[in-house]
């Protein structure tokens, strides 16, 4: 859910971030003054003297916010090939791009997945997707949480996420819910 208020939060304690759109990893001091302008999926982005940075779930206490445990996905019955795949894209629509209130999946930034037995209920995942603009810093941090949540489903033991730019990324990718969260419909 969007964190909706922007009521200014002192930084608790030194905390580890990574800044928008270019991807540095920095610290955020104690005692700094921060604006939650967003807070999706498990991460939040802040604004500090102007800037923003994404931080990591682990670390929102930082801001005076709860640490959520990341989910593990156990399945009721067999795991299959079905199941792993639905679970794939059912936990990527928990991943955001920092700047945009929207959903990786619903972005339209997921071009394909793939799911690979390996035999005895384990699986390989290959996930191909894409940015919304080939220079953002982001591109590595949003697949590398896409990685670590679909390496949370039981039954899954690799996981690869490839960035690729073909085909170029446009706003007619984006479902229409999307479309019409950010008005453009």
């Known amino acids: 859910m969007m964190y909706l208020k922007s009521e200014e939060i002192e930084v608790l304690r030194d905390c580890p971030a990574?800044?928008?759109p270019y991807g540095s990893p920095v610290t955020?001091?104690?005692g700094c003054v921060?604006?939650?302008t967003q807070k999706l999926g498990s991460s939040v982005t802040v604004m500090v003297q102007g800037n923003l940075y994404r931080v990591e779930g682990q670390d929102v206490d930082a801001f005076g916010l709860e640490v959520q445990e990341e989910e593990r996905h156990i399945p009721e019955g067999p795991v299959t090939q079905e199941y792993i795949e639905k679970m794939a894209w059912e936990v990527m629509t928990?991943?955001?791009?920092?700047?945009?209130?929207?959903d990786i999946v619903n972005l339209g930034l997921i071009y394909g997945c793939d799911v690979i037995p390996l035999g005895d209920e384990r699986f390989r995942v290959e996930v191909r997707m894409t940015l919304t603009a080939p220079g953002c810093g982001m591109g590595?941090?949003?697949?590398e949480e896409a990685r670590s949540k679909i390496l949370?489903?039981?039954?899954?033991?690799?996981v690869v996420v490839d960035l690729v730019?073909?085909?170029?990324?446009?706003?007619?990718?984006?479902?229409e819910s999307a479309r019409l969260q950010l008005g453009m419909l």
């Open 18 to 20: 990574t800044t928008i």
């Open 34 to 36: 921060a604006v939650i």
């Open 94 to 102: 928990s991943c955001f791009d920092p700047e945009i209130p929207v």
């Open 165 to 175: 730019w073909d085909p170029p990324w446009s706003r007619e990718m984006m479902s």
């Open 140 to 143: 590595t941090i949003i697949a």
């Open 28 to 30: 955020i001091e104690k």
């Open 152 to 158: 949370n489903i039981h039954g899954v033991e690799e």
